[in-house]
T-cell receptor
């Protein structure tokens, strides 16, 4: 079982909806990540939080809004998405430092109608 | 700029065959880390191995083995006696120190193991 838990596993939303993806880890990791993965493509980095502060934003459109309320929790707020935003959204965490392995959740599969 | 190439898009083997997944990377840095991840149909990326650029020792873990050769910038992954449960997409990834935790993934190799 993965130690990074993502909810919901599946989400279908309209372009005018507001929804959120949630990620939780209880491994004491201080770096958390959001990745986006389209079908048959590798994951693409979206955001990195380090010690609950946003450290990397890979020029992601503002319709995606990350939030890290505490060291165990990471949210991705979604608003006014486009159909091309449909993808698997993966959360990951790392203990500390820059060179350790990432632990990934199973992802939230998002469909935008 | 760094780059990871996994030239094999899809590989299909019969159970018990050995299979090697290729990974070639490009970087000007002398200090870096290489990773392999497995992504089964469930979606989660499962960490398999991390290797730093100063450690060229090959590694074996059960049916898995990795061959790191700096001279050819390759970090190949071999599964011995493949099993149906090995069916997944496998990603090779490169991480440069000082790049604030950013992994560069290859495009992945889909492995299908059939009975």
């Amino acid at each position: 079982d993965t130690e990074v838990t993502q909810t919901p596993k599946h989400l279908v939303m309209g372009m005018t909806n507001k929804k959120s993806l949630k990620c939780e880890q209880h491994m004491g990791h201080r770096a958390m990540y959001w990745y986006k993965q389209k079908a048959k493509k590798p994951p693409e980095l979206m955001f990195v939080y380090s010690y609950e502060k946003l450290s990397i934003n890979e020029s992601v459109p503002s319709r995606f809004s990350p939030e890290c309320p505490n060291s165990s929790l990471l949210n991705l707020h979604l608003h006014a998405l486009q159909p091309e935003d449909s993808a698997l959204y993966l959360c990951a965490s790392r203990l500390r430092g820059n060179t350790g392995e990432l632990f990934f959740g199973e992802g939230s599969r998002l469909t935008v109608l | 700029a760094q780059k990871v190439t996994q030239a094999q898009t899809e590989i299909s083997v019969v159970e018990k065959e050995d299979v090697t997944l290729d990974c070639v990377y490009e970087t000007r840095d002398t200090t870096y880390y290489l990773f392999w991840y497995k992504q089964p149909p469930s979606g989660e990326l499962v960490f398999l191995i991390r290797r730093n650029s100063f450690d060229e020792q090959n590694e074996i873990s059960g049916r898995y083995s990795w061959n790191f050769q700096k001279s050819t910038s390759s970090f190949n992954f071999t599964i011995t006696a493949s099993q149906v449960v090995d069916s997944a997409v496998y990603f090779c990834a490169l991480h440069l120190t000082g790049t604030a935790s950013k992994l560069t993934f290859g495009t992945g190799t889909r492995l299908q193991v059939t009975l």
